[in-house]
């Protein structure tokens, strides 16, 4: 199983020493995107696991109202961060196209 990461290490070394300046400028602006995406991710669950924590004492069959308003809001303010995270990358995005 080793060998065959290493031999596949080596194949995507070959194939990016083949790489024009412009393909290898793309692959990396490609790569840097999805770092960001998992980023985006991985602070999505973040904030999702702290309103969970903050809001639900105890799981049960029902939301009480306090939980219910507690959730709601933390869904309103992931909702807000999510947009405005997203003008954000639509901003970088125009300025990287310019």
Not at 6 to 30: H, I, N, P
Not at 32 to 59: G, I, N, R, S, Y
Request: positive net charge; charged residues 30%.
């Amino acid at each position: 199983m080793r060998k065959h990461g290493c031999r596949k290490v080596a194949s995507l070394r070959r194939t990016m020493a083949e790489l024009g300046e412009a393909d290898e400028a793309e692959l990396q602006r490609l790569v840097a995107a999805e770092q960001q995406k998992a980023q985006f991710t991985a602070q999505v669950h973040h904030f999702m696991e702290l309103c969970w924590d903050k809001c639900v004492e105890k799981p049960g069959n029902r939301l009480d109202s306090r939980t219910e308003n507690c959730l709601s809001s933390c869904v309103d303010r992931f909702i807000d961060t999510t947009l405005a995270i997203t003008s954000r990358f639509a901003q970088i995005v125009q300025k990287g196209g310019q």
